[in-house]
C-alpha cells in the first residue's frame, strides 16, 4: 500500500507523520544492482501514464553533492526516486568531479536513478570558467561552426575538453550505473554559449558530435537526455538531434510553474513514443498535473528552489502522491 493512502487512514497530517517517521534503508531487493542503459529505458516505458519518478538537483558545490537531496529527506522522510548531479565549471568544483561520482555510485545503490547534467565551459576559453561571461557566454557563428568541424582547433579544443569528463562517466559505467545524461540543456535558449542554434548545424549538431565520441569512447552506459525550456517561441522540434541520438524527451519549466497541455502535447510529438520528462522545476508538481498529465516519466526540482518556491506541506503532497515513485519504490526490470 502506497505511504500516502495508510496516512489518509489514520486521519494525521503529513507534517506530523514525516516529523515521526522512521525511514528505513532499502533492502536488498530494493537496492539497484549493476545494471544497463537499457534497463533503466524499459523502466522509464514501463511506468509511463502509470507512475513518476520524482527527482532532486544537486548544484554546486561539488564538495557537496546530496545537500538537497537531503533537504528534501529532512522534509519528507523520502529520498528521491531520481538523484540529479553535475559535471560543473569552475576549477574548484571541477577538482571534485570525484565526490561527485562517489555520490552517483552511492545513490544508485540506494535505489536511486541517476541524471546528470554538464554546464561545460566554452572551448573559446579555459577548461574552467565562472557561470557569468563563461557558461552564461554568446560565441559568434562562425565560432560555433568552427567547433563542430572536425580539423579546427576549436574542435580539436572541444574534443580534449569532452576528453576531460570520459574517466568520471567510465568509473559510472565500469560502477554498472547508467546515466541519464544531459548535456547542452536548454538548447532553445540564449543564455548559454551553445544555445539558439536551430537547425541541423545548430545546437542539434554539437549534441550528435558528443553522442558519437562518447560512444567512440565506450560510454555504453549513458541514456541521452535532450532538453529544451518552455519558452514561449515553442518550435522545439527544430533543435532536435533525431530519435537515434536521443533517449529521453525532456522540458524545463520556467516560464510557467507547471506544462501547459500545449508543451505537454509538443513534447510527446517530439518524442514519438520516446520517454519523456520534466528535467528541471522550481514548484513540485501539484496533484492537478500529475494526475493531467500521465506520461512523465519523471520530473526533477531545481536545487535551492525546493525550498524557495514550495512550502513543507506542498513537497510532501508531492512525495506522497499515490503516482509518485521515490527511492525504494523503484523496481528495475
Given at each position: 500500500?502506497?505511504?500516502?493512502?495508510?496516512?489518509?487512514?489514520?486521519?494525521?497530517?503529513?507534517?506530523?507523520?514525516?516529523?515521526?517517521?522512521?525511514?528505513?534503508?532499502?533492502?536488498?531487493?530494493?537496492?539497484?544492482?549493476?545494471?544497463?542503459?537499457?534497463?533503466?529505458?524499459?523502466?522509464?516505458?514501463?511506468?509511463?501514464?502509470?507512475?513518476?519518478?520524482?527527482?532532486?538537483?544537486?548544484?554546486?558545490?561539488?564538495?557537496?553533492?546530496?545537500?538537497?537531496?537531503?533537504?528534501?529527506?529532512?522534509?519528507?522522510?523520502?529520498?528521491?526516486?531520481?538523484?540529479?548531479?553535475?559535471?560543473?565549471?569552475?576549477?574548484?568544483?571541477?577538482?571534485?568531479?570525484?565526490?561527485?561520482?562517489?555520490?552517483?555510485?552511492?545513490?544508485?545503490?540506494?535505489?536511486?536513478?541517476?541524471?546528470?547534467?554538464?554546464?561545460?565551459?566554452?572551448?573559446?576559453?579555459?577548461?574552467?570558467?565562472?557561470?557569468?561571461?563563461?557558461?552564461?557566454?554568446?560565441?559568434?557563428?562562425?565560432q560555433f561552426q568552427?567547433?563542430?568541424?572536425?580539423?579546427?582547433?576549436?574542435?580539436?579544443?572541444?574534443?580534449?575538453?569532452?576528453?576531460?569528463?570520459?574517466p568520471y562517466l567510465?568509473?559510472?559505467?565500469?560502477?554498472?550505473?547508467?546515466?541519464?545524461?544531459?548535456?547542452?540543456?536548454?538548447?532553445?535558449?540564449?543564455?548559454?554559449?551553445?544555445?539558439?542554434?536551430?537547425?541541423?548545424?545548430?545546437?542539434?549538431?554539437?549534441?550528435?558530435?558528443?553522442?558519437?565520441?562518447?560512444?567512440?569512447?565506450?560510454?555504453?552506459?549513458?541514456?541521452?537526455?535532450?532538453?529544451?525550456?518552455?519558452?514561449?517561441?515553442?518550435?522545439?522540434?527544430?533543435?532536435?538531434?533525431?530519435?537515434?541520438?536521443?533517449?529521453?524527451?525532456?522540458?524545463?519549466?520556467?516560464?510557467?510553474?507547471?506544462?501547459?497541455?500545449?508543451?505537454?502535447?509538443?513534447?510527446?510529438?517530439?518524442?514519438?513514443?520516446?520517454?519523456?520528462?520534466?528535467?528541471?522545476?522550481?514548484?513540485?508538481?501539484?496533484?492537478?498535473?500529475?494526475?493531467?498529465?500521465?506520461?512523465?516519466?519523471?520530473?526533477?526540482?531545481?536545487?535551492?528552489?525546493?525550498?524557495?518556491?514550495?512550502?513543507?506541506?506542498?513537497?510532501?503532497?508531492?512525495?506522497?502522491?499515490?503516482?509518485?515513485?521515490?527511492?525504494?519504490?523503484?523496481?528495475?526490470?
Open positions: 500500500m502506497k505511504r500516502s493512502r495508510l496516512f489518509g487512514v489514520f486521519g494525521m497530517t503529513l507534517a506530523a507523520l514525516c516529523a515521526t517517521a522512521v525511514v528505513q534503508p532499502p533492502t536488498a531487493a530494493e537496492a539497484f544492482q549493476p545494471s544497463t542503459r537499457t534497463a533503466v529505458i524499459q523502466y522509464l516505458n514501463s511506468i509511463t501514464g502509470t507512475n513518476i519518478v520524482s527527482g532532486q538537483h544537486n548544484k554546486e558545490p561539488a564538495s557537496q553533492p546530496a545537500q538537497y537531496t537531503q533537504q528534501v529527506k529532512d522534509i519528507t522522510g523520502q529520498y528521491p526516486g531520481l538523484w540529479g548531479g553535475d559535471l560543473f565549471f569552475t576549477a574548484a568544483d571541477a577538482a571534485n568531479r570525484q565526490r561527485v561520482v562517489d555520490q552517483a555510485k552511492t545513490e544508485w545503490k540506494n535505489g536511486s536513478l541517476v541524471t546528470i547534467a554538464w554546464h561545460a565551459c566554452p572551448p573559446t576559453g579555459p577548461s574552467t570558467c565562472s557561470f557569468d561571461g563563461g557558461v552564461k557566454s554568446n560565441i559568434s557563428d562562425a568552427q567547433i563542430v568541424t572536425g580539423g579546427t582547433a576549436l574542435n580539436a579544443t572541444w574534443r580534449q575538453r569532452m576528453a576531460e569528463v570520459v567510465r568509473q559510472l559505467r565500469d560502477a554498472g550505473v547508467p546515466v541519464l545524461f544531459r548535456p547542452f540543456h536548454e538548447m532553445n535558449e540564449t543564455w548559454n554559449w551553445w544555445g539558439g542554434r536551430p537547425g541541423v548545424n545548430g545546437g542539434a549538431k554539437i549534441f550528435q558530435q558528443m553522442k558519437d565520441y562518447f560512444d567512440a569512447q565506450g560510454l555504453n552506459n549513458l541514456i541521452w537526455v535532450w532538453n529544451v525550456q518552455d519558452n514561449p517561441n515553442a518550435n522545439w522540434a527544430s533543435y532536435y538531434p533525431g530519435s537515434s541520438y536521443v533517449d529521453v524527451v525532456s522540458l524545463d519549466v520556467w516560464y510557467k510553474d507547471y506544462p501547459s497541455s500545449n508543451d505537454y502535447s509538443q513534447m510527446q510529438s517530439i518524442a514519438g513514443g520516446k520517454p519523456i520528462a520534466i528535467a528541471e522545476m522550481g514548484k513540485v508538481p501539484s496533484s492537478n498535473l500529475l494526475t493531467s498529465q500521465t506520461r512523465w516519466s519523471y520530473f526533477m526540482v531545481w536545487s535551492e528552489q525546493l525550498r524557495q518556491r514550495n512550502s513543507n506541506a506542498e513537497i510532501q503532497a508531492a512525495y506522497f502522491h499515490p503516482r509518485v515513485l521515490n527511492q525504494g519504490e523503484v523496481a528495475l526490470p
